[in-house]
């Protein structure tokens, strides 16, 4: 098969040099024009974060992955990066690094079901883009089983692996219902930030943030339809909350344990959780010694990531096995798209609906004439198969393997010979 | 008959005990294959045991309500009915083997020292004491429910505030669940037991002559009831909760026991027929 990926990821590549191959949403776009106006004939563009990767099948035979590697830098303009920052795979290799991909053991985070969604949205970009063929469709539709399998049947996706993401898990492990609860954000940094935005996708029930720069947190608050408190005021409404997440750059406490102690009291002793997620801490850790207040800092919090973290690495021999099945699985229909197989397949098919239809009618003719109804459906079989014979033989002579495996995989479609076969062994 | 009954005796036991062994086992894993074999576990333990029951009552003419051996095998099929209900109605998994445990206990008492009577004291045979001792049972057993899930709910408590984050964490429902389990629980018993002590009050004095409202039983029945009370009060009312709460329904199982064993085992009274 003729497939080439190439990878520049978070092993290959510090994170300034995978920033410069980094391709935007809006960038893709013009770079698969470039890519096919280069020879590149069907592909998957997958560009993340942590990862850009070039799944690709050539326009011809000489294109290497050296040339792929050489076209991403020459779209980019990096200068930095070179050939020993990526990784080339080929073929089978190609498909297996793409369900590893798929799956979430190969991201930095193992397990992040965010890259399977990135690799949904590659491929329907590459459709949109008409950069998708008859072989593409089947790899991807292959990747996405093999992840949708992962998540099911193991547990690689299962639990909180960043400190915003635990500190959420946390809570839905103290209140049931977050919709009838409310949250205050201190802090409206990068942490901050995305601690808000697990709260709000979670449900939570009222939402409030405040931030030294108050233009800062109106933004965030806009963003997540949330409330804005001065940052001056705040202390004067944590009674309000259930929920206070603090993840702010101050040097000194803000939040001390008389603060908390009167809260409780204004709340009538309604439990309360502290999260404080900054360093240097932004809420006194005495306060986890009043009753019904739940304080947990950074360390804490990373106490459940680690635990989430050796839970998903178990899991990786599982996922790898599913990975085998379904590489194995693409592989035989791969091979299926052989030439001379395909015209076995097709005449088996053709003579046995026709020998089926010749037992059931030939009480009709007389017996002298049953032969000769044998005879005349066999020659009008091979006539019908006669020309698909002679293209079929054509298409394994090609020295394009990949246009001759999209014709055969299409006939295969068409009269259901691989759909068929299998369905009887299963 | 009999033969019968004793042979479901014996099988009781055993099925509480292997229904346990597969919900702890699915306490440790959680797996989701199990879910619906350890509920298969629990429904036929629960059918054999109704089925004890109905052939006990047949066979010896009265239902098995009239010693505490008797009694014993009615609260371990309250208490793991009730928490089979619990169970599919919220599909709340992992506090299981916490409340089978103790099925398996009152039923292994019972099946060990339960004798064949079937001669009863003529008073047994009422209608009201029927009523009375099962709706005392009920009660009893929704205390224990709510003592288990109160104790659940500080392990779960002192787990989180110490950052202990392993099997109880993981497994067991969040803290409100748990409260609100303990809660309703406490509050069906205490109905139930309401219910027993106004019974108790109209009928106990005209079946026995020697009735006395100092017998230790009514006192330690009494004082399990004003507990309950307070607690459930002072939830309603809006000032206690949590912690306090689900420590009050641990003092009130405590004392429920205390009482039982002090009337049954060591004090004599009216309440004991054997």
């Keep these: ?56 099948i050539p326009g011809n035979t000489t294109l290497s992955h050296e040339k792929i590697e050489s076209l991403l830098l020459k779209f980019k303009s990096s200068q930095n990066v070179t050939e020993e920052n990526f990784q080339e795979y080929f073929s089978r290799d190609a498909v297996k690094h793409l369900f590893s991909v798929a799956t979430g053991i190969d991201s930095l985070l193992i397990g992040d079901n965010q890259v399977f969604k990135q690799v949904k949205d590659s491929f329907q970009m590459a459709e949109e883009n008409d950069f998708a063929g008859y072989i593409m469709h089947r790899v991807f539709d292959a990747a996405i089983r093999t992840g949708k399998r992962a998540i099911s049947e193991t547990a690689i996706s299962e639990g909180a692996v960043t400190v915003s993401y635990a500190a959420v898990q946390l809570t839905e492990k103290i209140f049931s219902n977050l919709s009838k609860k409310s949250a205050l954000v201190i802090g409206t940094g990068e942490t901050g930030e995305i601690a808000a935005k697990h709260l709000a996708e979670r449900g939570i029930g009222s939402l409030a943030v405040t931030n030294r720069t108050q233009d800062k947190a109106e933004k965030l608050a806009q963003k997540l339809n949330a409330k804005v408190i001065p940052f001056a005021e705040f202390r004067e409404s944590i009674f309000k909350h259930d929920i206070i997440i603090s993840a702010t750059a101050s040097p000194e406490i803000l939040v001390t344990k008389d603060d908390v102690k009167n809260a409780l009291k204004k709340r009538s002793n309604n439990s309360m959780i502290l999260m404080d997620i900054a360093i240097p801490r932004d ?49 035989e229909w791969y091979n299926s798209l052989q030439a001379a197989p395909a015209i076995k397949d097709l005449r088996d098919l053709f003579e046995e609906i026709r ?10 003719f007389a017996s002298e004439d049953q032969e000769k109804l044998d005879i005349v459906t066999k020659r009008i079989m091979n006539k019908i198969l006669h020309h698909p014979t002679i293209e079929l033989r054509k298409a394994g002579e090609t020295s394009d393997s990949t246009d001759s495996a999209t014709k055969i995989g299409i006939i295969r479609d068409l009269f259901g010979i691989g759909t068929q076969k299998k369905s009887e062994k299963e | ?19 346990f062994v597969v919900y702890f086992y699915d306490f440790l894993k959680g797996e989701k294959k199990l879910v619906n074999i350890k509920r298969v576990f629990l429904f036929i333990t629960l059918f054999l045991h109704l089925i004890y029951i109905v052939l006990r009552t047949i066979a010896f003419d009265h239902p098995p309500i009239t010693n ?41 008492i019972s099946s060990l020292y339960i004798q064949d009577l079937t001669e009863v004291k003529e008073v047994l045979r009422s209608n009201l004491l029927g009523t009375h001792v099962i709706s005392a049972l009920l009660g009893y057993s929704g205390f224990t429910i709510s003592a288990v899930y109160g104790f659940l709910y500080l392990i779960l408590y002192k787990d989180i505030k110490l950052n202990k984050f392993g099997l109880i964490f993981n497994r067991l429902p969040n803290l409100e669940v748990l409260e609100r389990l303990s809660l309703y629980s ?16 109209i009928w106990l004095p005209v079946a026995f002559p020697k009735f006395s409202y100092l017998d230790p039983k009514l006192i330690g029945s009494t004082l ?40 049954n085992f060591i004090a004599q009274s009216f309440h004991s027929f054997y």
């Design chain 2, 186 to 201: 406490a509050v069906i018993g205490f109905i139930a037991l309401t219910i027993a002590i106004i019974i108790g009050i």
């Design chain 2, 224 to 263: 399990v009831w004003l507990l309950y009370a307070i607690g459930i009060t002072s939830k309603y009312l809006g000032n206690w909760r949590g912690k306090r709460l689900v420590l009050l329904s641990i003092s009130g199982f405590l004392v429920a026991i205390i009482s039982t064993i002090l009337s």
């Design chain 1, 283 to 331: 809420i006194d850790p005495k306060t986890k010694e009043i009753d019904y207040v739940f304080y947990h800092d950074l360390d804490s919090l990373n106490i459940i990531v680690e635990q989430n973290l050796s839970k998903r690495k178990a899991e990786i021999p599982k996922v790898e096995k599913i990975i085998e099945e379904e590489l194995d699985n693409f592989w």
């Design chain 1, 355 to 364: 020998n089926e239809e010749v037992e059931k009618n030939k009480n009709k």
């Design chain 2, 1 to 19: 008959m009999i033969s019968g009954i004793h042979t479901i005796n014996i099988l009781l036991p055993i099925l509480y005990l292997a229904t």
């Design chain 1, 1 to 56: 098969m003729n497939l080439l990926a190439i990878s520049i990821n978070h092993r290959t590549a510090p994170v300034e040099l995978r920033e410069a191959v980094y391709l935007k949403e809006d960038e893709i776009r013009p770079f698969i024009n470039f890519a096919k106006e280069n020879q590149l004939k069907e592909g998957l563009v997958l560009s993340t974060c942590n990862r850009t990767e070039i799944f690709c």
């Design chain 2, 68 to 108: 505490v051996f008797e009694i014993f095998t009615i609260l371990a099929i309250t208490i793991s009915f009730s928490y089979f209900l619990v169970e599919l109605v919220s599909d709340i998994r992992g506090t299981g083997p916490f409340i089978i445990i103790l099925s398996f206990i009152f039923q292994l």
